[in-house]
């Protein structure tokens, strides 16, 4: 069975400041891997998404993740940090088996002005 | 396109009832995947469906249950509610059959509460 980890729960940066996420996955094969944001009360906007070829994805707002299979990881960043980018952000694995994501526990993101 | 709408977006139950919670997909997308999100256990599969079908279904009990029907509308149900079954339920559809270089789309989530 897949699993999905993120170490980090709560991570504090300041507006401008570059930010690292952390995933680390265990899948036996070639992993569909995803990055979700949730905003409070909100659903899951995806980010990127990572399926085969170049490891260094390209998403929205900014974001860009890098699959490292010799690590089982699936680093989330962005160069700046935006006040608007404080939200929870959840790593997710997927399968051949269906459409059926197994998720991290998630990152909370804080912004300090 | 109108992304995936879920209602109702709040509920208030008390233990022992049953509720339903519905589920509309993107048009044109045959696959709904249900998502339950409590603090404690964070996000877990509870079911996948795909043209009226139940595929995929995650390790939850029996309480839980959904259907599809031949609009690829979907809706789960939970019987005799308990305290515990209070969470943020996500609904999220799919263009494709298969997982496979698949996305899933969610929609807003229906927040549930038993007193």
């Known amino acids: 069975a897949q699993s999905v980890t993120q170490p980090d729960i709560h991570i504090t940066v300041s507006e401008g400041a570059s930010l690292e996420l952390r995933c680390n996955y265990s899948?036996?094969?070639?992993?569909?891997l995803f990055w979700y944001v949730q905003s409070p009360g909100q659903g899951l906007q995806l980010l990127l998404k990572?399926?085969?070829?170049?490891?260094l994805v390209q998403g929205i707002k900014g974001f860009e993740a890098e699959f490292k299979r010799s690590q089982s990881s699936f680093n989330l960043r962005k160069p700046s940090v935006h006040w608007s980018d404080a939200a929870e952000y959840f790593c997710a694995v997927g399968t051949n088996a269906g459409n059926m994501l197994t998720f991290g526990g998630g990152t909370r993101l804080m912004v300090k002005p | 396109k109108a992304g995936v709408t879920q209602t109702p977006r709040y509920l208030i139950k008390t233990r022992g009832q049953q509720v339903t919670l519905s589920c509309s997909p993107i048009s044109g997308h045959r696959s709904v995947s249900w998502y339950q999100q409590t603090p404690g256990q964070g996000l877990q599969f509870l079911f996948e469906y795909f043209s009226e079908t139940q595929r995929n279904k995650g390790n939850f009990p029996g309480r839980f249950s959904g259907r599809q029907f031949s609009n690829s509308r979907s809706e789960m149900n939970v019987s005799t509610l308990e305290l515990g079954d209070s969470a943020l339920y996500l609904c999220?559809?799919?263009?494709?059959?298969?997982?496979?270089?698949?996305?899933?789309?969610f929609g807003a989530g229906t927040r549930l509460s038993v007193l």
């Open positions: 899948y036996g094969a070639t992993p569909y």
């Open positions: 999220a559809s799919s263009p494709l059959g298969q997982g496979a270089q698949n996305i899933q789309y």
């Open positions: 990572y399926f085969s070829g170049d490891t």
